[in-house]
């Protein structure tokens, strides 16, 4: 109980010394002093008086910032994250103004960060811009959050590098971004790329669309990435959505630097790729093992699951997935583990599917931030998908319902009522079907 008694008062100490700070589109630098009334304009302005557990509030409408926003310095803690939100009920946006010269956007260096709600876009590739410049970057940044993002109609996409480990990105959407004067080839939703050894990031629950080379990349990354819950498609098209863009990947997990097959490095699960000029899933490069359980990919224009014995002939584990109506279902190496896909065995139709109309994929959020909840690729009650799955350990489907007694291959989940006996007694275990289990 003294314990308790003292830890109490330095917890209400720790929060009374949190401070709230505004920034606004109308805010101004020369005459602010950062409150609510009297905000501050930009970022670089209000960044050196942060401290851990305070909260940046960033106040909607348009931010038109006229040089790069330079973030560096500043960190909170694993218990005080320091937060960049968007004030409550409203959007800021963040861009440039017509005399912005300058490289990334908004360049940021920081552990324990907790982006949220934030809407950056109109960072357009000029003439004189030799490289596809990201509108946000983290470098050697630890445990960051970035959730709800809207990252658009950019050159280069959201970039997370050097030693960078334990961030998350969670429920954003990477869309329409476009390098046209270097020819395509780097305009990525987000690029997880160029990061060390020993790291760790994860992507959870975004969307990565119409972008001019890939949804998400990889490249050089030699830490472990983790991805699920995500969906991809018509990536690797130019601003028309049919002119051949860059590679046009969903998902490139690679490639990698030192990393060989002996341990494993990425996993991707409970994800959805379609309608990508090329890829659904392309191990390209990356030589480290990968996980790829219980996603869905479909009607990609050229390979859907690749993994070529041209990087190696290596034992990934590949389990649970669907890969139907793309130009070529699957390219992989003889030396995967494979089980309980539906190359196997299986006849997939579109009648497998309570839908395969895409309408709504780029539609409107839930509540709660997460995908939107629609029919699309969701099998129907009649498949021989269902059940057919074997146990990977994941227990949650794309669309956050639970699992069946017996899993169902692909990334979406019909799920079970499982009725037992237990001390003598009926027991519901679940919802949807009934399965009977005696003890």
């Not at 401070?19 to 005459?31: M, Q, R, V």
Request: net charge negative; glycine share 12%.
């Amino acid at each position: 109980m003294k314990r308790l008694l003292w830890i109490l008062p330095l917890l209400l100490s720790l929060n009374l010394q949190a401070t709230k700070w505004y920034i606004s589109p109308t805010g101004n630098d020369a005459t602010g002093n950062g409150t609510m009334g009297a905000p501050y304009f930009e970022l670089e302005k209000v960044w050196p008086s942060l401290s851990a557990g305070d909260t940046l509030y960033l106040r909607g409408g348009t931010y038109q910032f006229n040089d790069s926003q330079g973030l560096t310095g500043k960190s909170g803690t694993a218990g005080n994250y320091i937060n960049v939100w968007a004030y409550p009920g409203e959007t800021p946006v963040l861009t440039i103004s017509g005399s912005y010269a300058q490289n990334e956007l908004i360049d940021v260096v920081g552990d324990y960060l907790y982006w949220k709600g934030i809407d950056i876009s109109g960072f357009a590739q000029r003439p004189t811009d030799t490289y596809a410049y990201a509108a946000l970057r983290f470098t050697d940044s630890d445990n960051c959050i970035l959730e709800r993002l809207n990252y658009h109609h950019n050159m280069g996409g959201l970039r997370i590098k050097g030693a960078s480990t334990g961030n998350l990105i969670l429920n954003c959407d990477f869309h329409h971004i476009y390098d046209p004067y270097t020819s395509y080839g780097d305009g990525d939703g987000c690029d997880i790329a160029e990061v060390d050894a020993g790291s760790i990031n994860t992507v959870r629950g975004c969307r990565f669309w119409r972008n001019a080379d890939d949804g998400i990349d990889l490249w050089s990354n030699d830490g472990y990435v983790i991805i699920e819950n995500c969906w991809s498609w018509m990536n690797g098209y130019r601003e028309d959505g049919t002119t051949t863009g860059g590679d046009g990947a969903g998902f490139k997990m690679g490639a990698t630097v030192t990393l060989d097959s002996t341990t494993f490095q990425r996993t991707i699960q409970n994800c959805v790729a379609f309608d990508n000029r090329q890829f659904g899933i392309t191990q390209n490069g990356a030589l480290c093992l990968h996980y790829v359980y219980h996603n869905t990919i479909f009607r990609n224009l050229y390979r859907g699951i690749y993994f070529s014995t041209s990087w190696g002939v290596s034992p990934h584990v590949i389990r649970n997935n669907i890969a139907y109506a793309n130009t070529t279902n699957t390219v992989i190496t003889a030396g995967a583990v494979l089980s309980n896909n539906s190359w196997s065995g299986f006849t997939v139709t579109d009648a497998d599917f309570i839908s395969v109309d895409t309408t709504g994929v780029s539609g409107a959020r839930q509540l709660d931030g997460s995908l939107p909840d629609l029919a699309f690729v969701n099998l129907a009650s009649n498949s021989d998908l269902k059940d057919a799955g074997v146990a990977v350990g994941i227990n949650i489907d794309a669309a956050g319902a639970t699992r069946g007694y017996l899993p169902d291959i692909g990334a979406y989940e019909i799920e079970d009522i499982r009725i037992g006996t237990i001390g003598g007694k009926a027991k519901t275990l679940g919802g949807g079907n009934v399965v009977m289990i005696r003890k």
